[in-house]
């Protein structure tokens, strides 16, 4: 039983940064993040936003709304996972999930089997 452990989120104003980390019990092949805002119609698992995964091999995937700003890391020596995010904005605000041994998709969150509790990031304008 993988567990995952997210920190880091909080409160900034555009334009900041911060920089989320999970914990992972294990070393998964592929493990990512996501994230749910009140704006998702769908509730659960389903109406996460895949934001970027990174898989066994070090490939990383983005999604359009982060790439340029956000930089997935981890540390494989201490299964630390992390999300580096800059230039953040009002539409950033959610929470933000780790997800570990699914697919590798961003589009297919359902099929992560392991996720964190989440971590809350608000963006002020």
């Known amino acids: 039983q993988l567990q995952l452990v997210e920190s880091g989120g909080g409160s900034v104003q555009a334009g900041g940064s911060l920089r989320l980390s999970c914990a992972a019990s294990?070393?998964?092949?592929?493990i990512g993040w996501f994230r749910q805002s009140p704006r998702n119609e769908r509730e659960g698992v389903e109406g996460r936003e895949g934001i970027a995964t990174i898989d066994v091999k070090g490939i990383t995937t983005y999604a359009e709304s982060v790439k340029g700003r956000f930089t997935i890391t981890e540390d494989n020596a201490k299964n630390i996972l992390y999300l580096q995010m800059d230039s953040l904005q009002p539409e950033d605000t959610a929470m933000y999930y780790c997800?570990?041994?699914?697919?590798?998709?961003?589009?297919?969150?359902?099929?992560?089997?392991?996720w964190g509790q989440g971590t809350q990031v608000t963006v002020s304008s």
């Open positions: 997800a570990a041994e699914g697919a590798c998709l961003l589009e297919a969150p359902i099929s992560f089997g392991y």
């Open positions: 294990g070393d998964p092949y592929c």
